[in-house]
């Protein structure tokens, strides 16, 4: 099984609300990432988590929380976003995070972004 | 830092003819990962290479490491409508297993 699940799927938020997106995988992969994708662009990287600890911010604008609450969940909690940030945003997660492991990422299918 | 580039940018072919796509990169990578997107939904792994020269198919699907350490290739036989999508090829940073996408290679194939 090398399912990663999102939810949800779509969301529609205005620039004042809070919200969160969440990320389940249970290959007991330790590695556990967030990406953030524009339209006809490759993914880029926002977050890694290694062994439920944050060990990458990408220099990521602090309206984007993650949170990794055990070794399968993964959460971003977004607060007073701006319509630029509306995009598609994918979880993935590996076996590790660190070089000499496994370097395939599984990804989740994504939660489209809207805000308005 | 590293980059890789795809080509070509957009193919447009008819169902049934082959497909051939690369990745270079001006730096060495140990590991080359080839994944398709379909519109709306997240990348999938197509196949992972680790070893220089080599060859590996998935169905009609086949990528080669290139011997420099620089390149890959993928191709697809006897394409089919649902082949279309975003091919990225992909490889690990230096450091740890970031990973760097290529600007990805838009497939539209016509029936």
């Known amino acids: 099984d090398t399912e990663v699940t999102q939810t949800p799927k779509h969301l529609v938020m205005g620039m004042t609300n809070k919200k969160s997106l969440k990320c389940e995988q249970h290959?007991?992969?330790?590695?556990m990432y967030w990406y953030k994708q524009k339209a006809k662009k490759p993914p880029e990287l926002m977050f890694v988590?290694?062994?439920?600890?944050?060990?990458i911010n990408e220099s990521v604008p602090s309206r984007f929380s993650p949170e990794c609450p055990n070794s399968s969940l993964l959460n971003l909690h977004l607060h007073a976003l701006q319509p630029e940030d509306s995009a598609l945003y994918l979880c993935?997660?590996?076996?590790?995070?660190?070089?000499?492991?496994?370097?395939?990422?599984?990804f989740g299918p994504g939660t489209r972004l809207t805000v308005t | 830092g590293q980059q890789l580039n795809q080509s070509p940018q957009s193919m447009f072919i008819q169902e049934g003819e082959d497909v051939s796509m690369n990745c270079t990169s001006s730096?060495?990578?140990?590991?080359w990962l080839w994944y398709k997107q379909d519109p709306g939904e997240g990348p999938v792994l197509l196949i992972a290479?680790?070893?220089?020269?080599e060859l590996t198919s998935n169905g009609r699907l086949t990528a080669q490491f290139g011997i420099t350490r620089k390149d890959s290739f993928l191709n697809i036989s006897a394409s089919i409508p649902s082949d279309v999508g975003i091919y990225f090829c992909?490889?690990?940073?230096?450091?740890?297993?970031?990973?760097?996408f290529g600007g990805g290679t838009r497939l539209m194939v016509k029936p």
């Open positions: 993935a997660s590996s076996q590790r995070a660190l070089a000499g492991g496994r370097y395939e990422q599984y």
């Open positions: 290959m007991g992969h330790r590695a």
């Open positions: 988590y290694s062994y439920e600890k944050l060990s």
């Open positions: 730096s060495i990578f140990n590991t």
């Open positions: 290479l680790y070893k220089a020269g």
């Open positions: 992909a490889g690990p940073h230096n450091a740890g297993n970031m990973l760097t």
